[in-house]
């Protein structure tokens, strides 16, 4: 159980929803609710700008796919034992 | 990258890169044979080969004391680091993130060769090592708010058997009461 509430897309302001739709786009899926990891990165918008910005630069295509960069995060994240 | 195959691979992949590392980044100098025996020399040649270098990496002279065991910690690696479903130049892309997460000196640099002996550029290089980054800041915030998943169910299920086995069967449902 997360330890802060996590706001739903609505309790956002105007221009953050708008990020929202930006990253349902960058996943190709239609989630009910933005993913938990985007409405916290949501709550510091100048920090989250900055983190998502480096990361989308970090994970667009380039001399490694898409597909290979996800697979390094997952296993980043798994040897962090990240269960998220 | 559909399907189970990939996955078990980066998996298996994690886990010997991890205990070649271990073993590396050990006070274990003085395990390392003087004059090792002529099979583990042989494999010696072997992993030479592989990586196309004159030394052999420090975790595999660490073990040498014991080539049986040797051989098979290095066919071990060998399968898990050859081209398969993952090709070798991101299959050290994985361990490169492996090494720099856990902080291990030997794999970080020697991984890092690697990908560069295999034709990552500088680009390549901080590609991966922004992935790295990147994923471990965030998987630290989801820990520290204990984020549940909610991504885990855009992939499908891979329905194929395990390699060389069957399919399962297919599940009858009991019949309904009328």
Same mark, same amino acid.
């Not at chain 2, 274990?28 to 002529?38: D, F, Q, R, V």
């Not at chain 2, 290095?74 to 991101?90: E, K, Q, S």
């Not at chain 2, 395990?162 to 449902?173: L, V, W």
């Given at each position: 159980?997360p330890?802060?509430?996590l706001r739903d897309a609505?309790?956002?302001?105007?221009p953050?929803?708008k990020?929202?739709?930006?990253?349902k786009?960058?996943?190709?899926?239609?989630?009910?609710?933005p993913?938990a990891?985007s409405?916290v990165?949501?709550?510091?918008?100048?920090?989250?700008?900055?983190?998502?910005?480096a990361?989308?630069?970090?994970?667009?295509?380039g001399?490694?796919?898409?597909?290979?960069?996800?697979?390094?995060?997952?296993?980043?994240?798994?040897?962090?034992?990240?269960?998220? | 990258?559909?399907?189970?195959?990939?996955?078990?691979? @980066?998996?298996l992949l994690v886990g010997v890169? &991890?205990? !070649?590392?271990?073993?590396a980044?050990?006070? =274990?100098?003085s395990l390392?044979p003087?004059?090792p025996?002529a099979e583990a020399?042989?494999?010696?040649a072997?992993?030479r080969?592989?990586y196309d270098r004159?030394?052999v990496?420090?975790p595999f002279r660490?073990?040498?004391s014991?080539p049986?065991?040797?051989?098979?910690l290095?066919? @071990?690696t060998?399968r898990v680091f050859a081209? &398969?479903? !993952?090709?070798?130049?991101?299959?050290?892309? =994985?361990?490169?993130?492996?090494?720099?997460?856990?902080?291990?000196s030997?794999g970080t640099a020697?991984r890092?060769?690697e990908?560069r002996r295999l034709?990552?550029?500088?680009?390549?290089?901080?590609e991966?090592?922004?992935v790295?980054?990147?994923?471990s800041?965030?998987?630290k915030? @989801?820990?520290?708010?204990?984020?549940?998943p909610?991504?885990?169910?855009?992939a499908?299920a891979d329905p194929?058997p395990?390699?060389?086995?069957t399919?399962?069967?297919?599940r009858?449902?009991p019949?309904?009461?009328p």
């Amino acid at each position: 159980m997360p330890t802060v509430r996590l706001r739903d897309a609505g309790e956002y302001p105007e221009p953050i929803q708008k990020l929202f739709e930006v990253a349902k786009a960058w996943f190709k899926y239609d989630f009910a609710q933005p993913p938990a990891m985007s409405r916290v990165m949501a709550w510091d918008p100048e920090l989250g700008a900055f983190h998502g910005r480096a990361m989308k630069r970090a994970m667009t295509p380039g001399e490694f796919s898409r597909a290979e960069k996800e697979m390094v995060a997952a296993v980043v994240s798994g040897v962090n034992a990240c269960a998220y | 990258m559909a399907g189970d195959a990939p996955w078990y691979e @980066a998996a298996l992949l994690v886990g010997v890169t &991890n205990a !070649l590392n271990v073993v590396a980044d050990s006070p =274990l100098e003085s395990l390392e044979p003087p004059s090792p025996s002529a099979e583990a020399q042989t494999v010696f040649a072997d992993i030479r080969a592989f990586y196309d270098r004159a030394d052999v990496p420090v975790p595999f002279r660490r073990v040498a004391s014991d080539p049986g065991y040797l051989t098979d910690l290095w066919g @071990a690696t060998r399968r898990v680091f050859a081209d &398969n479903t !993952l090709t070798r130049r991101h299959k050290e892309a =994985l361990a490169f993130a492996v090494s720099v997460t856990t902080r291990s000196s030997f794999g970080t640099a020697f991984r890092l060769a690697e990908m560069r002996r295999l034709g990552v550029g500088e680009r390549g290089v901080m590609e991966v090592l922004g992935v790295t980054q990147m994923f471990s800041s965030y998987t630290k915030i @989801a820990d520290t708010l204990q984020l549940e998943p909610d991504m885990d169910h855009i992939a499908a299920a891979d329905p194929s058997p395990a390699p060389g086995g069957t399919p399962p069967a297919p599940r009858t449902r009991p019949p309904e009461a009328p």
